[in-house]
């Protein structure tokens, strides 16, 4: 057997392999679905609910797209193709309009999606907290202070995520540069634009990163940019305010300095990586850039290893003493700098791996894109001795994120997608482009891209619009409690966070108080306090029974 067969026959093993592992990982999503049902898990969080409510569907075109790829392997050759070996398909043209045409898409759909889908609407703290404190920067100060008249009842007031930092005053309990970027866009009136623009600006880095790498391969960049761009996970978390869409364009952007290879973008390196730490919180950026400080040292750069270090370690320094890191904020909470070392030591020695919660978060990751990508993915780590260097130390990345995540965090909550692993995405993406060129050496090009642009298809026309559809559903009835609360004709509404599921999230203020009505805690106000705020505003405020609370379909 020549050397050509004997590669050709490794490649095949690892798509078969690959193959049986996806399906593998569908079968424990199953588990997973069958053991959220029969413990009721789905009362505990939302994580739980959902996945067992729309996940089938997604693992079965997942489990689909595997056999397809078995079948294909099982009736191709190496002879076949072989043949087929410069057949290239039109639509893997790369041109910069290509890849500004594929970024266009994306903004248009995620701009549209942020008031279709989620109407414009913050769905959980995590999102609404980074609004609040944009909306303090985009005034030019970095803490809000509440009125005398409504501090004594400051509490009650107070958004989840958001920190008391002083008597009457409010400041994110988060680190601050995503609130920037939002900030900056409602100075201009283009608040609901920060996202979206974050998610083209990264399709159009992960394609640079790939031309750069590769210029000799010239259709990778728009497969890599194609199997970002059409990853529902990316384009729906893109129509919200999370943080993670600003953490995987700061990895794109850290990654395209990197392979600049010039001085200028060494020198740069550092401080966009500090940005990228103080975004929402450090641990993102902190799992995708660890794999890369190792290859300094191994390809023995030590200076450049030393500056990085110096930067990095000053721009934690810096973040930890001006704004204080967290580890789950609260709306009550004072963070402090000593909570970095703490929240370091204790998540370095309480590991808190959990098998099913590990399946779902994996499932989530493939389910959520293109239905072959995970098996690309896959054939690319199988294959690792073929690998070029920059590849392995990108899938290194992946793999701490993706094993960090699992080792030392919780479950995500709400959320779309995989949230954990949102800010390597680009990572798996063009892990993803370089699996499905070693697919087309085994079985054609003509049948693997056939398979990709069907699965391209399917993930923009079927499972977009189903996530959609889903993610809608679930926001619609907070959206039109929070909104009929809003515009209730009062000084304050008063309600019971506990009448319904995730109801204190629905506790939300202008930051410098200016709405009306106010929206008030009642179980933080308690009995005393409510008959307070009644006998100070007389006629002016509206306690709201649970009847109404529901009046949406909100429910425990």
């Not at 070693?438 to 642009?453: C, D, K, N, Q, W």
């Not at 026309?461 to 559903?473: H, K």
Request: some cysteine; overall charge positive; charged content about 10%.
């Amino acid at each position: 057997m020549s050397i050509v067969d004997e590669e050709r026959s490794a490649v095949r093993r690892a798509i078969r392999l690959s193959a049986i592992a996806v399906l593998s990982l569908v079968f424990a999503g199953a588990v997973a679905v069958h053991t959220i049902n029969r413990h009721w898990l789905a009362r505990n969080s939302l994580f739980y609910e959902q996945f067992a409510a729309f996940e089938p569907f997604e693992m079965a075109i997942l489990a689909a797209f595997a056999f397809a790829v078995l079948i294909m392997l099982g009736h191709s050759s190496s002879a076949s193709a072989e043949l087929e070996l410069e057949i290239a398909p039109l639509w893997l043209s790369n041109s910069t309009r290509t890849r500004l045409l594929i970024s266009l898409g994306v903004l248009v759909v995620t701009a549209l999606g942020t008031h279709v889908v989620f109407h414009n609407y913050p769905f959980v703290d995590d999102e609404y907290s980074g609004l609040f404190q944009a909306v303090i920067y985009s005034h030019g100060v970095r803490t809000a202070t509440v009125p005398p008249e409504w501090c004594r009842w400051i509490a009650s007031l107070t958004p989840t995520s958001i920190a008391i930092v002083r008597p009457c005053t409010w400041q994110l309990a988060y680190l601050p540069v995503h609130s920037f970027i939002r900030g900056a866009f409602m100075a201009v009136r283009m608040d609901t634009f920060a996202e979206p623009v974050l998610a083209a600006l990264s399709v159009l880095l992960v394609g640079l990163i790939s031309q750069r790498v590769w210029p000799e391969r010239a259709s990778r960049a728009v497969l890599s940019a194609l199997f970002l761009a059409a990853s529902t996970q990316f384009l729906v978390m893109a129509m919200t305010p999370f943080a993670m869409t600003a953490h995987l364009f700061f990895s794109l952007l850290w990654l395209w300095l990197y392979v600049q290879q010039d001085r200028w973008a060494l020198i740069l390196l550092p401080w966009i990586g500090v940005l990228a730490l103080g975004l929402h919180s450090p641990i993102p950026h902190a799992l995708f850039v660890a794999p890369f400080f190792v290859r300094f040292l191994v390809q023995k750069r030590f200076g450049a290893a030393a500056y990085l270090s110096g930067i990095y370690a000053v721009g934690l320094l810096f973040w930890t003493g001006r704004f204080g890191l967290t580890p789950a904020p609260t709306a009550f909470s004072v963070v402090t700098p000593s909570t970095v070392s703490t929240l370091a030591v204790s998540v370095a020695t309480h590991p808190v791996f959990n098998g099913l919660t590990t399946a779902m978060s994996l499932t989530l990751l493939s389910s959520w894109s293109i239905a072959i990508a995970l098996l690309a993915v896959l054939v690319s780590l199988a294959l690792w001795t073929r690998l070029d260097g920059f590849t392995r130390w990108i899938a290194l990345s992946l793999l701490c994120t993706i094993f960090g995540r699992a080792f030392f965090s919780g479950i995500q909550g709400a959320g779309w997608g995989n949230r954990y692993a949102f800010a390597v995405l680009g990572n798996f993406a063009i892990l993803a482009a370089v699996g499905t060129e070693f697919i087309a050496e085994a079985v054609g090009p003509r049948r693997t891209y056939s398979l990709v642009a069907v699965a391209l298809v399917v993930a923009i026309l079927v499972q977009l619009p189903l996530r959609g559809i889903q993610a809608e559903r679930i926001v619609r009835p907070y959206y039109q409690t929070s909104s009929w609360m809003e515009h209730y004709p009062a000084d304050a509404v008063i309600f019971d966070p506990s009448a319904v599921r995730y109801g204190r999230q629905m506790v939300r203020n202008d930051p410098f108080l200016r709405n009306s009505p106010k929206i008030m805690d009642g179980a933080a106000l308690g009995e005393s306090g409510v008959k307070a705020v009644i006998a100070a505003y007389p006629g002016r405020v509206h306690v709201v029974t649970n009847a109404e609370l529901g009046r949406y379909g909100l429910t425990w």
